[in-house]
Nanobody, 123 residues
């Protein structure tokens, strides 16, 4: 299984970015997909998750109303649209896959991880 995250970069506060994560070797259509982030010197935290159908999503309180997770099963890709970015959103963002079709925020529930993409938000 490979998860290839992309789309990170440098953006000013208030700006937007869209992250993508392409999955291969995975039964994408039945997997829960999630995004986590890790700021320097901090633990990896949950950001958002989407169930196998795309019909159920959950978000961390810190990103509700600003971030949106979606998936395209035809492309085996999950997206994270990030709007109204803040300097505190600066982190390495990781996509993850859970083979079980149950949306979860627990890091330990995810079976596979991508390599991460860096998002830097300047003030």
């Amino acid at each position: 299984v490979q998860l290839q995250a992309s789309g990170g970069g440098l953006v000013q506060a208030g700006g937007s970015l869209r992250l993508s994560c392409a999955a291969s070797g995975l039964t994408f259509g039945s997997a829960t997909m999630g995004w986590f982030r890790q700021a320097p010197g901090k633990e990896r935290d949950f950001v958002a998750a989407i169930d196998w159908s795309g019909g159920s999503t959950i978000y961390a309180d810190s990103v509700k109303g600003r971030f949106s997770i979606s998936r395209d099963s035809a492309k085996n890709t999950v997206y994270l649209q990030m709007n109204s970015l803040k300097p505190e959103d600066t982190a390495v963002y990781y996509c993850a896959a859970d083979r079980r079709p149950i949306t979860t925020i627990k890091l330990s529930d995810y079976d596979y991880w991508g390599q991460g993409t860096l998002v830097t938000v300047s003030s």
